[in-house]
């Protein structure tokens, strides 16, 4: 049964309003977890996304370029090229309908609401990589190597990049002008609207960069783009910032008082070789008093760089401008992209520090809760526990199970004097609590060196009669000069140092 362009229409706007309706159906179900939430903010998306692609399908049949909508209405009014009326028309369509049911006896009526519903309720795939853990954190140890590794990076640690590399800025402008810094930034850029559209696929990334361009088109022409400050501030292609007003001057040896940084500025601004002297370079820019630039001699002019073409004086400043805004735009937009992802760049660099200060065993525990978290995220801990055996909490803030309970010995209580009585749960965390800070401080308190011979002693009484034991037991042992060091008189005759002294007195040595 071949279907007409009017009903078409009408099945386009049905299924417009189906999706509206199952997107009004998702948002009312708020998710119990940061990634139900995110799954449900891609369906929604790929919801909108029909609707759009088939609003687009409306539009160009309403347009009827080719007329034949307009046919199709005369048509049914009986308005025929043939002269057939309105009756012979509608017989003619029921006959076709009716024919189609004869030979497709066994078509049953779908429901299409549950169709759709069938088709957007399965979860949509989720590209993130190992270190992002389901859109929790950034991932830019790539960028890292880059900045570090290149000239207008710096050496520093992965925490201090995560505080700095939102601040384009702060990088010397002379360093920015490579083509290793542009791909830098581009690529960044391109990694954080990937990622942002994968967070919050619902945000209108397009409209926010507009207003980021109108922004930065007015902030360009004061001067007041922020890192390229009176970049803008163009007469034809020289800056008023290097612009020298010649008519002031009206020798050579008046120039040379501006130094030679100055005359460096003025002579890059018109195009102009800058080497030299400070003589040549005076002599070069008095030039350009009384001779325009177009009739000067082309040894004057710098020559363009590789790779570019210079069709005519100053063409190649003006493509230098042009990259140079280009790349203050790029800058621009990275930046208003940190600040909306301001919230997880700060927990991408708490969650850093905390990697720092840990073992491999707990990075390794660390990566499989991540694992774990990202395939079942849930915040079922805000709602009450149901743990009548008082069992220990685990990592994921649930009872864990009664065999472990019992496996560790987590029921068996030690308490220890030296730590003010302090209770530990099971043999393991006993063993473990002489090495903590703690039971440290309890024994430093006592005076007594936290050493192995006091493990498993948690009394006080225990530890000070231990530590006396210890402290006579090393004076029977110690080394007494006055009775062990030796001494030997003319003759040959060995003495202690007590009675070797006693006979010199004496004088009998």
């Known amino acids: 049964m071949s279907s007409t362009l009017l009903e078409l229409t009408r099945g386009s706007h049905e299924e417009v309003e189906r999706l509206e309706r199952l997107i009004v159906k998702e948002l009312q179900n708020e998710g119990a977890s940061s990634r ?4 449900q903010n891609h369906r929604v998306r790929f919801m909108i996304e029909h609707i759009l692609s088939t609003t687009d399908k409306l539009v160009e049949i309403y347009e009827d370029k080719d007329g034949a909508r307009k046919d199709e209405i005369a048509a049914l009014g009986g308005q025929t090229a043939t002269g057939t009326n309105v009756f012979s028309a509608f017989y003619d369509r029921l006959k076709e309908i009716r024919e189609y049911h004869r030979r497709h006896p066994s078509a049953r009526v779908i429901d299409a609401e549950e169709e759709y519903e069938q088709m957007f309720k399965e979860d949509p795939l989720l590209d993130f990589s190992g270190e992002e853990a389901s859109g929790r954190y950034l991932d830019l140890h790539e960028f890292y190597n880059r900045y570090i590794n290149s000239k207008f990076g710096e050496p520093t640690d992965y925490i201090t990049y995560l505080q700095t590399f939102s601040q384009p800025h702060m990088i010397p402008r002379k360093r920015k002008m490579t083509r290793q810094y542009k791909e830098y930034i581009i690529e960044l850029l391109e990694y954080l609207i990937s990622f942002f559209e994968r967070t919050e696929p619902l945000k209108d990334l397009d409209r926010i960069f507009s207003k980021v361009v109108s922004e930065f088109e007015e902030q360009w022409a004061n001067g007041k783009v922020k890192g390229w400050e009176n970049e803008g501030e163009e007469n034809g292609h020289i800056s008023h910032t290097a612009l020298i007003d010649l008519d002031y001057y009206s020798t050579v040896e008046e120039l040379l008082e501006l130094g030679p940084e100055k005359l460096k500025e003025a002579l890059a601004a018109l195009g102009l070789k800058t080497g030299g002297t400070v003589q040549q370079r005076a002599e070069r820019l008095f030039l350009t008093k009384n001779t325009p630039l177009e009739k000067l001699d082309k040894k004057h002019f710098a020559k363009p760089q590789r790779g570019s073409k210079q069709n005519g004086n100053g063409d190649l400043q003006v493509q230098k401008q042009e990259d140079i805004k280009e790349l203050a735009l790029v800058e621009a937009k990275m930046v208003k992209l940190c600040e909306l992802l301001e919230e997880i760049i700060v927990r991408t660099k708490e969650n850093s520090e905390k990697k720092q200060g840990m073992t491999y065993e707990e990075l390794a525990n660390e990566h499989e809760e991540e694992d774990v978290h990202a395939e079942s995220e849930s915040d079922e801990e805000d709602q009450p526990i149901y743990n009548p055996l008082k069992l220990p909490l685990g990592w994921d803030g649930k009872p864990i199970p009664y065999w472990l309970y019992k496996l560790h010995g987590l029921g068996q209580e030690f308490k220890c004097e030296i730590c003010g009585n302090h209770s530990y749960w099971g043999r393991r965390a006993f063993e473990r609590h002489f090495k903590e800070w703690r039971h440290q401080h309890g024994m430093r308190c006592l005076g007594i060196p936290n050493t192995k011979n006091f493990n498993e002693i948690t009394s006080i009484q225990d530890a000070k009669n231990l ?24 003759e040959g005759n060995i003495y202690n140092k007590k009675t070797y002294t006693d006979l010199q007195r004496q004088g009998l040595i």
């Open 36 to 39: 139900d939430r995110l799954l």
């Open 467 to 490: 530590w006396e034991k210890i402290q006579r037991r090393q004076g029977l042992h110690k080394w007494r000069p006055d009775l062990e060091e030796e001494y030997e008189d003319k």
